[in-house]
């Protein structure tokens, strides 16, 4: 789950690019939809979120009663890591993939960025700190370019066994990366 305040800094962020209002926003791994309705806050064409598991989707049908955006947001299931839809037009990708930090799973956040070199023409993702080197050349070999980066915060509640306290916050960095595939 994307912490508020980072999603509203991404968000924020992406509308003074003006890479929200008039465009269609993909929210890749939406999860409960943090990023996808806050884009749907600030006039895009359309948004779609997608994930591949039902039971976030679920909570983000329900956040987005409550937060009654100003645009419909579509919520698809399916696979992110596969170009869920040819989308026509400009397309803002927003993201926060899997980091891929744990051994054996690294860099799980690239099929989420091959994913987007394919369908964006400009994208804002979340990752690991220190992850500048990987996601500037994953840019660079796959006709991007990060133009923009935050460092922030990620407050990540306990989720899996190997945390060992109730919250964790992580360094993380946000890129915001030009395509022209």
Known sequence: ??????????????????DIDGRDVIDLGCGTGMLALGAALRGPRAVVGVDIDPAPLATARANER???????????????TREPLGPDGDVTVVMNPPFGAQSGSE???RAFLETTA?????????????????????????????THA??????????????DEDTQVLDVEVFR?????
């Open 177 to 181: 990366i030009e395509w022209s595939g």
């Open 107 to 109: 860099h799980a956040d």
């Open 1 to 18: 789950r994307t912490p508020p305040e980072l999603a509203a800094h991404l968000v924020h962020t992406a509308d003074l690019q003006g």
């Open 66 to 80: 409550r937060v009654g955006s100003t645009s419909a947001v579509s919520w698809v299931r399916a696979d992110a």
């Open 118 to 146: 394919r369908i964006a023409d400009v994208s804002y993702s979340i990752h690991n700190a220190d992850s500048a080197d990987f996601v500037e050349s994953f840019a660079a070999d796959n006709a991007g370019e990060v």
């Open 150 to 163: 935050f460092r922030a915060e990620f407050e990540l509640p306990r989720q899996f066994e190997f945390h």
